[in-house]
T-cell receptor, first 112, second 115 residues
Framework: GENVEQHPSTLSVQEGDSAVIKCTYSDSASNYFPWYKQELGKRPQLIIDIRSNVGEKKDQRIAVTLNKTAKHFSLHITETQPEDSAVYFCAARLYNFNKFYFGSGTKLNVKP | DVKVTQSSRYLVKRTGEKVFLECVQDMDHENMFWYRQDPGLGLRLIYFSYDVKMKEKGDIPEGYSVSREKKERFSLILESASTNQTSMYLC??????????????FGPGTRLLVL
């Protein structure tokens, strides 16, 4: 099956700085890569996703990049704000399967 | 707006008890999932279902079973609870396969403590 590794496990940045979270996957058949944000005590919610036929996707301060050759994808948050503090999970889905494989999570702390 | 609900936010059970966790979604989604979330391990898939009465094992099915008698409801059963099943359990649903149908919507979670 697929194996998704996520780094770093914790990340502390100053408000206004950028944050980058990286994930690698093992199965080249994976074709869909969502990112979820889980605030303390709340459910994970999708914030952005990318498919294997594109290399980058942006939504306001959030962007995701995908390198299929190297099998890694990254979440970029610019101009971080305290409300960005949360645990972020990456995931990968094998082509034509319903199973998602999640990374171990990154706890982002944005210091005011 | 998609709504996924779970029967309990917190549960305390004793070793050996049979435990039922229920999940209901109100958007006619085909796929439903049960995960457990443990610190440092992320979300691990226990079971999923892509149709009524259909189920498939995830990565950690041992000690669990599931039931999907109706499309909107997916139950996770711990036949004989053990202390290593103490965890946060998250249910999720998604519409189906294909582009724009893969987004998973999560329930609020059930924090289970097995004593």
């Amino acid at each position: 099956g697929e194996n998704v590794e996520q780094h770093p496990s914790t990340l502390s940045v100053q408000e206004g700085d950028s944050a980058v979270i990286k994930c690698t996957y093992s199965d080249s058949a994976s074709n869909y890569f969502p990112w979820y944000k889980q605030e303390l005590g709340k459910r994970p919610q999708l914030i952005i996703d990318i498919r294997s036929n594109v290399g980058e996707k942006k939504d306001q301060r959030i962007a995701v990049t995908l390198n299929k050759t190297a099998k890694h994808f990254s979440l970029h948050i610019t101009e971080t704000q305290p409300e960005d503090s949360a645990v972020y999970f990456c995931a990968a889905r094998l082509y034509n399967f319903n199973k998602f494989y999640f990374g171990s999570g990154t706890k982002l702390n944005v210091k005011p | 707006d998609v709504k996924v609900t779970q029967s309990s936010r917190y549960l305390v059970k004793r070793t050996g008890e049979k435990v039922f966790l229920e999940c209901v979604q109100d958007m006619d989604h085909e796929n439903m999932f049960w995960y457990r979330q443990d610190p440092g391990l992320g979300l691990r898939l226990i079971y999923f279902s892509y149709d009524v009465k259909m189920k498939e094992k995830g990565d950690i099915p041992e000690g669990y079973s599931v039931s999907r008698e109706k499309k909107e409801r997916f139950s996770l059963i711990l036949e004989s609870a053990s202390t290593n099943q103490t965890s946060m359990y998250l249910c999720a649903s998604s519409r189906g396969r294909g582009a724009k149908q893969e987004t998973q919507y999560f329930g609020p979670g059930t924090r289970l403590l097995v004593l």
